[in-house]
């Protein structure tokens, strides 16, 4: 992402960026690549940390909805939490989080990192090494990145839906969730709801980056600034998580559907049936579109606390290094 990754060493030093490095300092310490890769993953786990912890409380609540036939609005929303709170304690409104964090963290790095990997490469094969990606290529790095991400940690979504919809004397913590679904519906449950996640994906993932990418780099032509403010930040990633979920939304209702049949009393089998159901039941907006408005509220803040982040803790890390080699 541009923070201060790509190379500046055909250009000036300005805000955010840091000197490159000597060539012979390749030889100590990691190699800049790998230092990366490194940068990547820890940058990444951090900022998918803090955006899903800031807005948990309002994720298990859209995840409830979405997985019942009640009809949603904001006031049944915040009786919900309200209830929650009343019931089980403050801390309640963060059941799941500990399995949220299970999934984010390697989804996050994994995702940022094959992100900037994408990006590395698509660069070399079209030409633009070092430089900000045409749209195709930044719509496919974004894609490709979120699809990576989501076949690798699949499972850990799953034990995170089944925690945020049932009582926790259901089950007692992620293990006991693996145990129980392996042993009473089998381990293929596991990956049930696979495909519409990785269909949901692929738009959601793609127009995110793309969103992010592209008001970046208007900022930087318009303004003159290579490097935006924190704050214009938030409001890129704002938008791009608006985009990416808008676009994505009926496929992650369905996948949650399939994801927690075995604990609602439905059978969902199929994307096509399992859409057929509840439009037959409920509707096409209350039923594939339910919790959207929440959606457009935690979406933003989330989205655009990670990008930010992530792109902070990028430029933080490359500083500290420079700092260091040059204390040398």
């Not at 940068?39 to 912890?53: M, R």
């Not at 979405?66 to 009809?71: E, G, L, Y």
């Not at 633009?128 to 496919?140: D, M, S, T």
């Amino acid at each position: 992402m541009g923070n201060g990754v790509q190379q500046h060493q055909a250009t000036p030093l300005t805000q955010g960026e840091v000197l490159p490095l000597p060539s012979d300092s390749q030889a100590e310490g990691l190699k800049p690549q790998t230092r990366s890769v490194v940068n990547s993953l820890l940058s990444g786990a951090l900022a998918g940390a803090l955006a899903k912890t800031a807005v948990a409380p309002l994720d298990r609540t859209k995840i409830i909805f979405q997985v019942s036939s009640a009809r949603f609005s904001a006031k049944e929303a915040y009786r919900l939490i309200y209830r929650t709170y009343l019931k089980d304690g403050f801390l309640s409104l963060w059941r799941g989080n500990s399995a949220t964090m299970v999934r984010v963290i390697p989804y996050a790095a994994i995702q940022f990192c094959a992100h900037e990997q994408y990006k590395r490469l698509l660069g070399g094969y079209f030409g633009f090494q070092g430089k900000a990606l045409p749209p195709v290529p930044r719509l496919l790095a974004g894609s490709m990145a979120g699809t990576t991400a989501a076949m690798l940690t699949y499972p850990l979504d799953m034990v995170r839906a089944r925690m945020a919809v049932t009582p926790k004397e259901m089950y007692s913590n992620i293990i006991h969730v693996f145990v129980r679904i392996s042993r009473e519906e089998g381990l293929k449950t596991l990956y049930r709801g696979f495909t519409p996640t990785i269909l949901g994906v692929v738009p959601y993932a793609g127009l995110s980056f793309f969103t992010y990418e592209t008001l970046k780099k208007m900022h930087a032509e318009r303004s003159g600034r290579p490097q935006p403010y924190s704050y214009e930040r938030l409001v890129f990633g704002a938008c791009a998580g608006l985009l990416g979920q808008s676009a994505s939304y009926p496929l992650d209702v369905v996948r949650r559907r399939m994801q927690t049949a075995g604990v609602t009393g439905h059978t969902y089998g199929t994307i096509l049936g399992t859409m057929r159901d509840i439009v037959a039941e409920e509707g096409v907006v209350r039923g594939l579109y339910k919790g959207l408005s929440m959606n457009w509220v935690k979406g933003p803040i989330a989205v655009g606390i990670s990008f930010t982040t992530f792109d902070m803790t990028q430029i933080l890390l490359k500083k500290l290094y420079q700092l260091r080699y040059n204390n040398r």
